[in-house]
């Protein structure tokens, strides 16, 4: 019912910077949380950061200080500002969220956005 669409990604220096975004779209009844995760090649999916409906965050210790997870509830968007990227942020990057009528809450990924940084 709910389709996340990522896009922003792409090959960026060392010390250099990207903006990631995600939409909702199709049936949506109320997105609550929406989050940033990645995953490395041969590493398991980690959570990068997440933002509650009432924007409240929370980040992973490795990106704290240089990323910023915000969010345009009007329309159902989530960012992600990367800073000061590091090769070692390379990933690639999911976005996530839920999406609520009621009692009832789904969740939904999107098909991920490659990020590449070069030393």
């Known amino acids: 019912q709910v389709q996340l669409v990522e896009s922003g990604g792409g090959l960026v220096q060392a010390g250099g910077s990207l903006r990631l975004s995600c939409v909702a779209s199709?049936?949506?009844?109320?997105?609550?949380?929406m989050g940033w995760y990645r995953q490395a090649p041969g590493k398991q999916r980690e959570l990068v950061a997440f933002i509650t409906s009432g924007g409240s965050t929370t980040y992973a210790d490795s990106v704290k200080g240089r990323f910023t997870i915000s969010r345009d509830n009007a329309k159902n968007t989530v960012y992600l500002e990367m800073n000061i990227l590091k090769p070692e942020d390379t990933a690639v990057y999911y976005c996530?969220?839920?999406?609520?009528?009621?009692?009832?809450?789904?969740?939904?990924w999107g098909q991920g956005t490659q990020v590449t940084v070069s030393s």
């Open positions: 996530n969220a839920d999406d609520s009528k009621g009692w009832s809450s789904r969740n939904y």
């Open positions: 199709g049936i949506i009844f109320s997105i609550n949380d």
